[in-house]
């Protein structure tokens, strides 16, 4: 199924290449639009007033607005670990104990998936509130802002590494581990040197797509969390309210820049691994082959 | 199931409990002006006062932007996902499916100003279809429902693409070549084979699209202004601004029912649609011995 085919130059193969470089368009407008707008010498980001390379001095000596991208990083690395650990762990075991209890479990990792992310965060709100401890104001150990967004954000994402992991457990032939137990691999042992390499790529998988929609988080963001510790979504939202200033823009350009090329330096340590990068999509289209 | 307590926990203290946390709200009151809830008498109240006719219009006007922007999604989306699939040379695929995923790597807000830029009447789309002589006056189409369903099938459309383009993908080609050899036209094969078999991502993609686009409300408050109210707003008015808990949670629940309700009747009919062609198209070898 991988292999390529030349095209036939008939109508219907002309009208879908059409279709295809459209639909590139029309998801790149509003990127380039923003990127093109970065570079806006006016004072409000919708209104063009001619080129320049201020908004990017101006957002770089931002201090509000470096500690909300530093706050985004910050809650979105410690979600995505978070996310990636657990998840990874109660994937495979749903993969490999099915049952009762796995059968329950995705029935609620299910649940978290489908509820509209509002309620969540209501509920949350409530939650941090009622139970205070590390989540409220009063406790003199731990940056409770951010730990509401790193439990506010985890929920979410430890069921979409659960899912994608589990898939690629399901996909997995189960005679390597059994093999290493014939051998007496104690089962830490078994764990790390088989079942973890051979589930890498999806927990890499997992916790990029964890780590990016933490990022891009808005709406349980800006219920749970407290002045001091604003993700950037939350300020930016703040300033959609107000006024928009290019800055933003520039701000925005230096983090999509950023994120592709790590991105691609992750997808090119994940080729030479030999691992395939399909478990995301895989995942989303429903699991198992 | 030991490995999965932690995530268990997880997701039954930060999940489940507060969930149900909202459901009890629901039955409860708000008691004066500075308290956001009583819950020393319980009752449905709060229920009648969800249901009322500005919750039932918005909700109506969010399932009509949802289920047209999950069919404009599918519309979009498959043609997309074939060509992706079936006519770029199988080096190139995980690239482009890579760029795809690049928009997701903007902030959404600024995604979604960035179609505000473009859809106003002073924008330069508006100016070069009107130097095209497309359009005779300025682009109209901001703060509208139209505006609102670009922005949401733009903000969606990434997750349709993805199940779709798995399926498609997987798709052994020699099943087609089978349909045409038995005398299938191109419409033919692809009515009765290859869209079939595509049917766990078009559900897949469906879904993804639908739920999700059903709570939100911030894509909608940018680029339709006053005139796009969601189902979303309704819940985060009550718990930012009014403060009444009790009423907010039960605008929850209802949306939540409301929406697993709307999944559920879309895959009865589908299953009815199935099930009949099914019937109707059945076919009876002579001679098979089953």
Redesign the interface.
């Known amino acids: 199924m991988s292999r390529g085919r030349p095209t036939p130059t008939d109508g219907v193969s002309i009208g879908l290449w059409t279709w295809g470089i459209i639909v590139f368009i029309f998801l790149f407008a509003p990127i380039i639009t923003i990127v093109v707008y970065s570079f806006n010498a006016g004072r409000t980001l919708v209104v063009w007033d001619g080129f320049s390379l201020d908004p990017y001095v101006r957002a770089m000596a931002d201090p509000t607005m470096a500690s909300s991208v530093l706050t985004s990083i910050k809650a979105a690395l410690g979600s995505a670990a978070f996310a990636a650990v657990i998840g990874t762990l109660a994937g495979i075991a749903a993969a490999r104990r099915p049952g009762k209890w796995a059968a329950v479990f995705l029935v609620v990792v299910t649940l978290v998936l489908i509820t509209p992310e509002i309620v969540d965060a209501i509920a949350l709100l409530i939650w941090f509130v009622r139970m205070g401890g590390p989540f409220g104001p009063d406790n003199q150990f731990v940056d409770y802002g951010l730990m509401r967004l790193w439990f506010g954000h985890a929920i979410f994402s430890t069921a979409v590494v659960v899912l994608i992991v589990r898939a690629r457990v399901s996909g997995m032939d189960e005679s390597l581990e059994e093999a290493a137990a014939d051998l007496y691999a104690p089962p830490w042992r078994r764990f790390r040197q088989i079942t973890l390499p051979l589930v890498f790529p999806a927990v890499m998988v997992g916790f990029l797509l964890s780590f990016s929609l933490s990022l891009d988080n808005t709406i349980i963001s800006s219920f749970v969390s407290v002045a001091g510790s604003t993700p950037w979504p939350v300020y930016v939202f703040s300033a959609v309210r107000g006024t928009l200033r290019p800055e933003l823009a520039s701000m925005s350009t230096v983090m999509l820049l950023l994120t592709v090329l790590s991105l691609a330096a992750v997808g090119f340590v994940l080729r030479r691994g030999g691992g395939s990068s399909s478990e995301l999509t895989q995942a989303l289209a429903g699991g198992k082959q | 199931?030991?490995?999965?307590l932690?995530?268990?926990l997880?997701?039954?203290g930060?999940?489940?409990?507060?969930?149900g946390?909202?459901i009890f709200?629901s039955f409860g009151y708000k008691p004066g002006l500075l308290s956001s809830i009583g819950v020393d008498r319980l009752s449905l109240d709060r229920y009648g006062e969800a249901l009322n006719d500005t919750f039932l219009l918005t909700f109506g006007n969010t399932l009509q932007i949802a289920l047209l922007g999950t069919a404009l999604c599918l519309f979009?989306?498959y043609?997309?996902a074939?060509?992706?699939s079936h006519?770029?040379?199988?080096?190139y695929r995980?690239t482009l499916?890579?760029?795809?995923l690049?928009?997701?790597?903007?902030?959404?807000?600024?995604?979604?100003?960035?179609?505000?830029?473009?859809l106003?009447g002073d924008g330069?789309l508006s100016k070069a279809l009107m130097s095209a002589g497309i359009i005779h006056q300025p682009l109209n189409i901001l703060f509208t429902r139209d505006a609102v369903e670009i922005g949401v099938v733009?903000n969606y459309?990434?997750?349709m693409i993805?199940?779709l383009?798995?399926?498609l993908?997987?798709?052994?080609?020699s099943l087609r070549q089978a349909s045409r050899d038995l005398g299938a036209g191109?419409l033919r094969t692809f009515l009765q084979v290859t869209f079939p078999l595509s049917m766990?991502?078009v559900?897949?993609g469906c879904?993804?699209v639908f739920?999700?686009l059903?709570?939100?409300?911030?894509t909608a408050s940018?680029l339709g202004g006053a005139s796009a109210n969601m189902a979303?707003q309704l819940?985060?008015a009550q718990?930012l601004m009014a403060q009444n808990?009790a009423l907010?949670?039960a605008t929850?629940v209802v949306?939540?029912i409301a929406?697993?309700m709307t999944?559920l009747a879309a895959g009865a009919g589908l299953a009815i649609v199935t099930a009949v062609l099914r019937a109707h198209r059945s076919v009876t070898l002579p001679g098979a011995v089953n």
């Open positions: 199931m030991i490995p999965a932690p995530a268990g997880l997701l039954t930060f999940f489940l409990v507060p969930i946390f909202i709200y979009i989306a043609p997309f074939y060509w992706l006519h770029v040379a199988s080096r995980s499916l890579a760029v795809v690049v928009p997701l790597w903007t902030n959404f807000l600024l995604r979604t100003i960035g179609w505000q830029i473009i106003s330069w733009y459309l990434i997750f993805l199940p383009y798995v399926v993908e997987r798709m052994d080609p191109r766990p991502g559900v897949a879904l993804l739920v999700p059903c709570g939100d409300y911030i940018i979303g819940v985060a718990f808990w907010g949670s929850a949306l939540i929406i697993i999944v």
